[in-house]
């Protein structure tokens, strides 16, 4: 972060300055107060900030932004520290004039900010979204970290309901905005795909009338953004099923994880290749492969960067455990990326069988079981050898399946049941949300002795 004044940040939030002094660093966590740093007061469900302003200070944060006076205590004293702490990386963020891409969607955005970020990365100096700081907390905690070097930017932006991205994006003002699909996460909020195509679409809110949106031109949602009447913005599409995508990927082979394919633009077509599985992951290189192009790189740039990519370890990583082939995919769990997943196992080549294994999807309120009805189709199409199921909700996976397939709600019983069952040379997927805690069960079949 650059340096700020007290005076500068007081004035930009319409408050009173109590002294002035240089700010070079912002925090929410007192866990991490560098001296000169400004403690930001938040108030959460189980916690408020309000509380620890004084062993903030103590603990070397020359000031606190809060909304009241605190004894002893430096404060810029505001109405709402949460608006505020948005106002302020909001000013932050204009001082600087990267390329910034903002990208949000129901699944994959986190993968596809991470390509876009390799590939901009290839020339620029680029400042991107660390793990998963999506929100109205952690997206501005990325923001103060810019400065002036910064060339290029990609944040990501999530949401649970109604009006946060809009907040997000009216936060970090996005050159560049991607949207990776319209999915199901968070219908327990939005109640349908159309609510969650608004609430998406408020990423426009914060970028200017011409600045160019790409979006995925398979999603049936998405797709019909390009024919919209727009006095200025361009909308991009990519994809690999419509003929009409702007940046299409064709030729799809996989083959040892790595997945190589065509992307044909402009009249143009390149070889592209990236080291991960999926067609999902072609869709989120397509998207990469855009942003680049729109930020004004070479096709050689952006397909000498896509070969560097490394998945997560918690998110579709390949890996052997011994002398069985593991997908490990426990950081979250939608239809979509249930069926992404799935997908992923049933193009894997083993001499052995392929397994799944499906824990329930969290958040999905009255639509949990049509939904994981929905995903027991998938699995019937996929056609894995055997199905386990784990969770209340994934019994409807397993009754749908018409597979072979054993449910527990019990993870113990699970870890039993799938180690008497696996064998040498099998394929076996593990999917679920983070909350189901799958990578225990992984842990306990493939400890450092059996690996």
């Known amino acids: 972060m650059e340096k700020l004044l007290l005076s500068e940040i007081a004035g930009t939030l319409g408050a009173s300055c109590p002294a002035e002094m240089e700010i070079t660093e912002i925090s929410t966590d007192t866990r991490n107060l560098p001296e000169g740093c400004l403690f930001v007061a938040i108030k959460g469900e189980r916690f408020d900030g309000h509380d620890f302003i004084p062993k903030a200070i103590e603990s070397g944060a020359a000031a606190a932004l809060s909304e009241k006076e605190i004894e002893g205590c430096s404060c810029v004293v505001v109405e709402n520290t949460r608006r505020a702490y948005l106002d302020l990386a909001a000013y932050y963020r204009r001082k600087f004039s990267p390329v910034l891409v903002g990208v949000t969607g129901s699944v994959g955005k986190t993968t596809t900010k991470e390509m876009i970020a390799l590939v901009l990365s290839e020339r620029f100096h680029c400042l991107k979204t ?37 907040r997000l994006s009216k936060t970090a003002a996005p050159t560049i905005g991607v949207i990776t699909n319209i999915g199901f996460s968070h219908i327990e909020n939005l109640k349908t795909q159309e609510g969650i195509l608004q609430a998406k679409l408020e990423i426009l809110d914060g970028m200017a009338e011409n600045a160019p949106l790409a979006v995925n031109g398979d999603d049936s949602h998405l797709a019909p953004l390009k024919d919209k009447p727009s006095a200025q913005r361009p909308v991009y599409l990519f994809g690999i099923d419509n003929e009409n995508c702007d940046f299409r990927g064709t030729d799809i082979e996989e083959a040892d994880g790595v997945t190589a394919f065509t992307v044909n633009y402009s009249g143009k077509s390149c070889k592209a290749e990236i080291p991960c599985a999926g067609r999902h992951n072609v869709l989120n290189a397509l998207a990469a492969f855009c942003v680049g192009t729109i930020a004004g790189m070479s096709e ?12 997560d ?38 001499q052995g069988r392929k397994i799944a294994v499906l824990g329930d999807m969290l958040e999905l309120g009255e639509a949990s079981e049509k939904l994981h009805s929905l995903v027991g189709e998938y699995v019937h199409e996929a056609n894995p050898d055997m199905l386990f199921c784990y969770g209340k909700d994934s019994e409807y996976i397993a009754k749908k399946s018409g597979i072979d397939s054993e449910f527990t709600d019990n993870k113990q019983q699970l870890t039993e049941s799938i180690r008497s069952y696996i064998k040498d040379g099998d394929v076996i997927l593990f999917k679920a949300s983070r909350g189901m805690k799958l990578e225990e069960v992984i842990d306990s079949l493939f400890d450092k002795e059996g690996e």
């Open 300 to 311: 050689t740039e952006i397909v000498s960067a896509l070969k560097k990519y490394q998945p």
């Open 313 to 350: 370890g918690m998110r579709q990583n390949i890996v052997k455990k011994g002398r069985v082939t593991v997908i490990i995919d426990c950081y979250n769990a939608s239809p979509d990326s249930m069926k992404a997943s799935l997908g992923v196992l049933a193009g894997m080549k083993t």
């Open 130 to 166: 660390k793990g998963n700081l999506n929100n109205e907390i952690g997206l501005p905690k990325t923001l103060f970290t810019m400065d002036s070097t910064h060339e290029a930017a990609v944040i990501e932006m999530g949401m649970s309901d109604f009006g946060e991205i809009s």
